[in-house]
């Protein structure tokens, strides 16, 4: 029996091991190319597709066709997940076809006297002004540009600038600065041509595998064709002048190379974009000194906090029974009267009074559980790898999944906590769990992106989409919270360990930093400090629109932030006992709360300074 159990165990482990070799993530296998017409098991033509542009210096990104490029007479829009709606990309084929060498691909011409000429060619200089940015993709890796920044440092960026400025004191803007013929004041200079470079894997015949793409650079340049029907891709610069004072020619034209190289493997094809990123080297090092500072931190308050209850229970088991003889008789106090003179001990029967708007408390509280879960498991998936850069999308995806099927634990919470404040309104609190939070996120997000969409923004959510999300929210998440709240009152309430009072303490006056607002404010400092050096990198990604890739290091940081947030929570909490103040409910949710008011600020700031708003 043994011995044929040991067999099955084999067996099947032979078998896992053997379909983890052909497992791939959606979206993630490798793709083979070939010369073959008719090959089934790779793919001839080389699609480079085209996604939206964006810039840092504006917050509004466009959709390829709203700018005047040359455009794929076959367009085909590739099928896009939830998440990459949600983030705005608007990935479409191209006229770029990797196969040549300078090819032209279109000429577009700007008539003075026709007005929706102007609009376009208008809309064009205020792209190249704000330093838009293309975002291609081949193979499903972006096409990056390389260049050289100080000490000798490769940079290569997931995007390059459709043009640049030199204004009018003649001093070049941006991409201006790479070449000295940039230097026409009042000008604008048009990348209209690219020289693409494709590195791939020759693979292995023997094998039967055939090439993969391992890299794509290219390099934008600005060229004033001679010859528009057949051009050399070599000349001076194609520059427009500010003032569209005469008839214009823009010819856009392309040259692809293919290079062999067999050291890069498909599977760490990614490695020369995120390894080249600036300030990577600086980002790691603030990591982890930042992981070291909040480990001394919270080691320091747990051991505060570990000495201070010791010293104070210490302090009131010091009443020996020969102090307790020197008290009269007449005095008719007892001996546990007499332990309980100052401190937390004289609230014990008032800690556990319901707090006022009860309710609103444990709607927050549910709904926090469900967004705290929902983050857990994002971030551990994102660790494991599921939802890595490579996956467009993935992780909103996850996220908003999640969030709908985390119901029930948001309505379990909300109602178990409520029937322990002793209220009666179920129905109420459970349509609040289930509309409150989320209801203020959508009419917010409806509401930017009601913007988005009458400024033409690729950002702005189709309406099929927002119908799809208003039926996860009414068909999943709130049927969802309804059964979780049902579990919930069926529960009995948190019994507390000491009886409450019947008439509430009198709080005595109290100092400065144990006032509410003081303390609730000091007490979000130290575990903002936790996240600050991620979270800025995190904002900078996300506005500086490049690939955030660090989640090992991010979901470490969550956790640590977890722990500083309960030990700076238990200490404050523990500081207003010892002051009388019995109100501590609000005070333990919103002490950790601050947290977000520091992070909108951070993200506020972000966007001023890059703005430059006055």
């Not at 934008?220 to 003032?243: F, L, Q, Y």
Request: proline share 5%.
């Amino acid at each position: 029996m043994k011995s044929l159990n040991s067999r099955f165990i084999f067996c099947l482990s032979l078998t896992l091991v053997s379909s983890s070799f052909g497992f791939y993530l959606p979206g993630l296998a490798p793709v083979s190319f070939c010369e073959k017409e008719d090959a089934k098991e790779c793919q001839k033509e080389i699609q480079l597709f085209v996604n939206r542009l964006d810039s840092v210096e504006s917050v509004l990104p466009y959709e390829y066709d709203a700018f005047d490029f040359c455009k794929d007479l076959d367009e085909r829009r590739p099928s896009e997940n939830l998440g990459q709606v949600l983030f705005g990309e608007r990935i479409e084929t191209s006229p770029y076809k990797a196969d040549k060498a300078c090819v032209k691909v279109c000429t577009k011409t700007y008539d003075t006297g026709s007005k929706e000429d102007k609009l376009k060619l208008d809309f064009l200089k205020k792209g190249m002004e704000l330093n838009y940015q293309h975002h291609w993709i081949v193979d499903n890796m972006p096409v990056t540009w390389c260049y050289i920044i100080e000490d000798n440092q490769k940079v290569c960026n997931p995007g390059f600038p459709v043009g640049c400025l030199v204004n009018q004191e003649g001093k070049p803007k941006d991409a201006c600065v790479i070449n000295a013929e940039f230097n026409r004041k009042n000008t604008f200079y048009i990348f209209n041509h690219v020289d693409i470079t494709i590195v791939y894997h020759s693979g292995d015949e023997t094998n039967g595998m055939n090439a993969r793409l391992v890299a794509a650079t290219l390099e934008p340049r600005s060229i004033k064709h001679s010859d528009d029907v057949n051009p050399t891709c070599d000349g001076t610069p194609m520059d427009i002048p500010a003032e569209f004072s005469s008839n214009l020619k823009i010819t856009y034209s392309y040259s692809v190379t293919f290079k062999q190289n067999d050291d890069i493997r498909w599977a760490s094809r990614w490695d020369y974009i995120l390894v080249s990123m600036p300030h990577t080297n600086i980002q790691w090092f603030s990591i982890m000194n930042s992981l070291v500072i909040v480990l001394f931190l919270s080691g320091m308050v747990a051991m505060i906090m570990l000495r201070t209850l010791h010293k104070d229970i210490a302090r009131y088991n010091q009443l020996d029974q020969a102090d307790w003889v020197k008290i009269p008789p007449a005095a008719n106090v007892t001996y546990e009267e007499a332990q309980e003179e100052s401190g937390w001990k004289q609230v014990h029967g008032d800690v556990f009074r319901p707090p006022r708007m009860g309710m609103l408390l444990s709607v927050f509280l549910g709904q926090g559980t469900q967004v705290f879960i929902m983050t857990f498991i994002t971030l551990f998936l994102a660790c494991l790898g599921f939802l890595s850069p490579a996956n467009r999308g993935a992780l909103m995806t996850c996220a908003v999944v999640l969030w709908v099927l985390l119901g029930t634990p948001a309505g379990y919470v909300s109602s178990r906590l409520y029937k322990t404040f002793g209220g009666e309104n179920w129905k109420t609190n459970v349509l609040l769990t289930a509309f409150l939070c989320p209801g203020i996120v959508f009419v917010d997000f409806f509401f930017m992106n009601l913007i988005l969409w009458v400024e033409g923004s690729s950002a702005a959510v189709p309406f099929g989409t927002l119908v799809a999300i208003l039926a996860l929210w009414f068909g999943i998440s709130v049927p969802l919270t309804f059964v979780g709240a049902y579990f919930g009152f069926k529960k009995p309430g948190i019994e507390p360990p000491v009886r409450t009072n019947q008439i509430p303490r009198q709080i005595p006056q109290q100092s400065f930093f144990t006032k509410p607002l003081p303390g609730i404010i000091m007490g979000g400092i130290l575990p903002f400090g936790c996240i600050f050096i991620q979270l800025f990198f995190i904002l900078n990604s996300i506005w500086s629109h490049q690939m955030y890739y660090m989640f090992g290091f991010l979901f470490l940081v969550f956790i640590i932030l977890v722990i500083t947030c309960s030990e700076a929570t238990v200490l404050l909490c523990y500081f207003h006992l010892c002051a009388e103040d019995y109100h501590w409910w609000w005070r333990s949710f919103l002490t950790s709360g601050t947290i977000g008011f520091f992070a909108c600020f951070l993200f506020v700031n972000k966007i001023y300074s890059v703005l430059k708003v006055d």
